[in-house]
């Protein structure tokens, strides 16, 4: 530990106490490390602050010693955008202790929370009040506000509600010089230049950190229903969800799965069966809810709308849910492939977007592509069709060593899909963010405009270059430098 981080830490422990200090290399020892494995830091003290106060307090005096700070939610994300630096050279600060959910208002469909609640409990505290909160992810166990929306989290019903940035009415966040940036108020209208609030969401930490959000909500789900069905190609997955969107504004997520994919959840995850007797090339998850009492029933919605797919020979089989066990059946299967794509062995993995009637031309030429130029491996692209984004894999030949893989044909396979990508006027990330595993490619395929730009709100709001070093864009070796 540097003197400056010494000094640091007494002080903070000074002021706020044992809880807002950890110096136990083994208690910090699993924050070190990101979700996958892959990345793994070192840092010599983990600060939690149980406040936006004691917040800014740290910041300000981070600041001041030249300290840098890498700030740490749930630890769920997938780019190593929460793991320290592997030197030591900065401490982690974790918001897990602001965990108070200030306030829930049914009325206006809007509650306050803390960075450092669960999505979970959000989503059964909003629950008790007949509403609920939209945006569901994997990792919603562990997952945080702060972090969801610092990382512009989507899910599996952006379809509807679009990702973290559109369901966030207000931010308050502390920036790194240690002033408060208060704009919780869910203003309708807000036209005094620059919005800070979006700014701060999706930036990754990199320019503050946010201690609460002002979060929108919806009425609670009075009934839903799911439909698994059967299809031979994604151009055909996507014209179903065409005719469908014709017909209703209450189909909340469409998601679309490879038959090699369902055929991997089914060998290595326990207790799922696939929905459909026969084999499909590809499948498609639909889901439907219902909120106001009177309203068709999501089964009986489904069907309707099925059976003018099923007349235009765009649909294989299906069968749609008849009991909630039944769609949470469904959800189990697409819930379960990270899991089982891991029992499989090494895999290059890619959170990417291109326009949504573009996306299903890309899955199937970007996976010939990646297959061709790289013998032995497998590419596969499953997730979020009806919002253009899909989670493309390219599994390691078998047999392969791993590290020796991903040091080798590992950058290459991403700069490929990455290429591919960007040739269809796409994003490398859709909603996994940028962090330090895709700041390489960010720069190489941004234009330099894009790069200046970010570079400069960088070097504005964190001249010093305290909060987060190393993740989203990096500033000069000594724009870092006390």
């Avoid at 269809?424 to 960010?442: C, D, T, Y």
């Amino acid at each position: 530990m540097t003197p400056a981080q010494q000094q640091l830490v007494a002080a903070v422990l000074e002021r706020f106490g044992p809880k807002a200090v950890t110096t136990d290399p083994h208690e910090i020892e699993p924050w070190e490390s990101d979700w996958r494995g892959r990345y793994h830091g070192s840092a010599p003290a983990l600060l939690s602050p149980g406040s936006a106060a004691e917040v800014a307090e740290i910041l300000k005096l981070a600041g001041e010693l030249g300290v840098k700070i890498v700030p740490q939610g749930g630890n769920t994300g997938m780019v190593g955008g929460a793991t320290p630096p592997g030197d030591g050279s900065a401490l982690l600060l974790s918001t897990r202790r602001m965990n108070k959910i200030r306030s829930i208002d049914p009325v206006s469909n809007l509650a306050v929370v803390e960075a450092g609640v669960i999505l979970t409990n959000f989503h059964n505290a909003v629950l008790e009040q007949d509403r609920r909160f939209p945006l569901t992810l994997g990792a919603k166990g562990s997952a945080t506000i702060g972090g969801l929306v610092s990382t512009n989290a989507g899910g599996t019903q952006v379809l509807r509600f679009g990702n973290m940035r559109h369901l966030v009415a207000g931010v308050e966040a502390v920036l790194p010089d240690g002033s408060m940036y208060e704009a919780l108020a869910p203003l309708k209208k807000d036209n005094r230049g620059y919005d800070l609030t979006q700014l701060l969401i999706g930036a990754e930490g990199t320019i503050g950190i946010v201690t609460a959000a002002t979060l929108r909500l919806y009425p609670a789900i009075l009934e839903r229903a799911a439909a698994w069905v059967g299809v031979a190609s994604p151009q055909d997955a996507l014209k179903i969800l065409r005719m469908m969107e014709t017909r209703t504004t209450t189909i909340e997520s469409f998601e679309i799965i490879p038959g090699e994919i369902l055929g991997h959840v089914l060998h290595h995850i326990p207790g799922t069966r696939s929905p459909l007797a026969g084999g499909h090339a590809w499948h498609v998850l639909i889901e439907s809810v219902a909120t106001e009492a009177g309203a068709e029933a999501p089964a009986e919605l489904l069907g309707r709308l099925l059976e003018p797919v099923f007349e235009a020979g765009l649909a294989e089989d299906a069968v749609i849910s008849t009991s909630e066990s039944q769609v949470e059946a469904f959800w189990h299967i697409r819930d379960s492939i990270s899991e089982a794509e891991r029992a499989l062995g090494p895999a290059m993995q890619h959170d990417i977007s291109v326009p949504v009637d573009k996306m299903p031309g890309f899955m199937l030429s970007a996976a010939a592509e990646a297959e061709r130029r790289f013998p032995g491996t497998t590419a596969t692209a499953f997730g979020h069709l009806g919002d253009g984004n899909v989670h493309f894999h390219v599994r390691a030949p078998k047999g392969a060593d791993r590290d020796s893989w991903y040091a080798g044909d590992g950058p290459a396979i991403s700069s490929l899909v990455y290429d591919l990508v960007v040739a269809e006027g796409g994003s490398i990330s859709a909603e996994h963010g940028i962090g330090q595993m895709k700041r390489a490619e960010l720069e190489r395929l941004s234009p330099p405009s894009r790069i200046a730009a970010l570079k400069a709100i960088k070097m504005a709001l964190d001249p010093r270059g305290i909060l987060n070093p190393g993740k989203l864009v990096s500033l000069a070796p000594e724009a870092g430098t006390p």
